[in-house]
């Protein structure tokens, strides 16, 4: 081989070298993970203006995806509204969800679930100087009541109390203003959700009456995912322990006057 072969190989070695380390991701920097969360509840997972997310839910998907392996430039939050959560992890549009996510039967037979990471109840917002509305029962006098299609609180009124006008919109956000014009009575879905609202606008909104339900927020993925449920479990009871849990429980929705509960058992 002469010597002029032996250079004009060199060369194209050393060029191709930078495509092939592109072609790899350059190591670990390529490396992401998709989260489904909330953009529409202020407290738990909401997307601000400047185009940041904050709330409960995001300081735990933050903290899950850390102990992940992930940081946080390495998140991409994408909208999981109720009704397409299961689709968008079934899908492999997300690698899991924080988006006040209730464990229950039915989606078990779809989705896995890690948690709870949180545990609240269903309730009522109405406007301040409401005097009628105390409870679920009041509701069922024709009122108007507005909850969000795909979620354990519609369905729940749907089984429990027939009598009452439900009105199901595509997000809470969107009941909350429609309690704001007088389009509807009142709003149900979860205290803390609830809360989040009802502290981004004080003085217009109240929560009345006592939960009637118990609700346990899960962290879902793919169904069948042994290996990423064991992780994130143990992610979760890190946070409880630690005190980050409390932390972000009382940052996010402390505001709202709500004292931070003791963090729930995780499922093994």
Do not use: H
């Not at 953009?39 to 400047?50: E, I, S």
């Not at 406007?127 to 979620?151: F, H, W, Y």
């Not at 995912?225 to 890190?238: P, Q, S, V």
């Amino acid at each position: 081989m002469s010597l002029r072969f032996r250079m004009v190989t060199a060369a194209l070695v050393a060029a191709a070298m930078p495509f092939a380390l592109a072609a790899c991701g350059g190591g670990d920097d390529s490396k992401k993970v998709t989260v489904g969360i909330k953009y529409d509840q202020p407290g738990l997972g909401l997307k601000n203006p400047d185009g940041t997310f904050s709330g409960f839910d995001v300081d735990v998907a933050t903290y899950v995806a850390g102990q992940l392996g992930y940081k946080p430039e390495d998140i991409e939050f994408k909208e999981a509204p109720s009704g397409q959560r299961e689709n968008l992890i079934q899908n492999g549009q997300v690698d899991y969800i924080v988006a006040t996510y209730s464990i229950t039967d039915a989606r078990k037979e779809k989705v896995d679930f890690a948690g709870p990471y949180l545990i609240t109840g269903q309730s009522l917002l109405v406007k301040a100087d409401n005097t009628d509305i105390t409870g679920p029962e009041s509701l069922q006098n024709n009122k108007r009541l507005c909850s969000v299609s795909g979620s354990t609180p519609a369905q729940r009124i749907k089984d429990k109390y027939p009598g009452v006008q439900l009105q199901q919109y595509d997000t809470y956000s969107a009941c909350v203003e429609a309690l704001k014009t007088g389009a509807i009575d009142a709003v149900t879905t979860d205290e803390v959700i609830l809360a989040g609202y009802a502290a981004q606008s004080p003085g217009t909104f109240k929560i009345v009456g006592k939960p009637f339900s118990e609700e346990r927020y899960g962290i879902g993925l793919k169904k069948g995912d042994t290996e990423l449920r064991t992780k994130i479990n143990d992610a979760i009871t890190k946070m409880e322990t630690d005190g980050a849990w409390k932390a972000a429980f009382d940052k996010n929705l402390g505001p709202a006057g709500i004292t931070a509960p003791a963090p729930p058992t995780v499922d093994k």
